[in-house]
């Protein structure tokens, strides 16, 4: 009887992926060994999980951004759109457009732009975008971060308004072209 390897997938392997990222997010420089010993697990299982993260793009590497400056600016759309691959054959050679996405929810077609545009159809929400922040959710289910959010509004009486955590810099920032060649190498690949 001739023995097959198991080669396993993102639908039937166990894992916590949630527990992978959290170790990561608590220290970016965690060696697999690390993980593997804090999840009591495995390395070989560690680096298969963790292979798994990436390929699935659960886990995304960093990536180098430019802050917000004003001539690093981009400008964000997300529209409601007929027809999303229509509209993308239309915009495409565009060159101000810097990144598209096809989208389900309020719009279902983003635009990211290096300039300011006038989009085509109807633009439900637009605007500069700030310096990146990623949030960090905490491990619940939707039914107990429902909970959550109903005990806030039970007990909101008032709006405070607080400052914004979005992040822009009225200045220019110097830039030059072996800048620009250093940050179009490593950009994507840290």
Not at 155 to 170: A, M, R, V
Request: aromatic letters at 14%; charged letters at 30%.
């Amino acid at each position: 009887m001739r023995q097959t390897m198991y080669h396993p997938t993102f639908k039937n392997f166990p894992r916590d992926f949630y527990t992978l990222f959290m170790q990561v997010q608590e220290d970016p420089r965690i060696s697999l060994s690390e993980i593997a010993r804090r999840m009591g697990i495995d390395k070989r299982t560690a680096s298969a999980w963790w292979k798994i993260a990436l390929e699935n793009r659960i886990i995304i590497p960093p990536v180098l951004r430019r802050k917000s400056f004003l001539n690093f600016r981009e400008n964000v759309y997300f529209l409601k759109v007929k027809d999303p691959a229509k509209l993308f054959e239309k915009l495409k050679n565009n060159k101000e457009i810097i990144y598209y996405t096809v989208q389900t929810g309020f719009s279902n077609f983003g635009i990211t732009s290096n300039q300011p545009i006038d989009p085509p159809e109807d633009v439900i929400l637009s605007g500069e975008r700030s310096d990146y922040y990623v949030s960090t959710p905490p491990h619940c289910s939707f039914e107990e971060s429902v909970k959550v959010i109903q005990k806030k509004l039970q007990s909101l009486e008032e709006i405070e308004n607080s400052p914004s955590t979005l992040i822009y810099h009225d200045e220019h920032y110097p830039w030059d072209e072996k800048d620009e060649v250093l940050y179009e190498e490593f950009c994507n690949d840290i």
